[in-house]
Nanobody, 124 residues
């Protein structure tokens, strides 16, 4: 069983930056593909970014490409999402998810382990 916990959310102005962290307990994340997803009020959960277990492969949603960077530190059992040039439309609850021994996976339902989420609010 993998327990995931996110941190780093908050309220920032448009154009600002935040770094989200997702830390695992219970199991090492070194063999898990990790994804970040977000859900805005009244909208479905959507893919944001994914990183393979080794960190060698990453993939981003078009809406965040060039602004967000996903990375991981397997020694710290932590995955990060650096978010720059934030926009009001980035406002959502951001959640990390884990899937063992997979490549780049962007479909939320294929991830069995999820964190509780952290709120990101961008003011205009």
């Amino acid at each position: 069983q993998v327990q995931l916990g996110e941190s780093g959310g908050g309220l920032v102005q448009a154009g600002g930056s935040l770094r989200l962290s997702c830390t695992a307990s219970g199991r090492t994340l070194s063999t898990y593909t990790m994804g970040w997803f977000r859900q805005a009020p009244g909208k479905e959960r959507e893919f944001v970014a994914v990183i393979s277990w080794s960190g060698g492969s990453t993939y981003y949603a078009d809406s965040v490409k060039g602004r967000f960077t996903i990375s991981r530190d397997n020694a710290k059992n932590t995955v990060y999402l650096q978010m720059n040039n934030l926009k009001p439309e980035d406002t959502a609850v951001y959640s990390c998810a884990a899937r063992r021994d997979a490549g780049v996976v962007i479909i939320p339902s294929l991830y069995p382990y999820w964190g509780q989420g952290t709120q990101v609010t961008i003011s205009s």
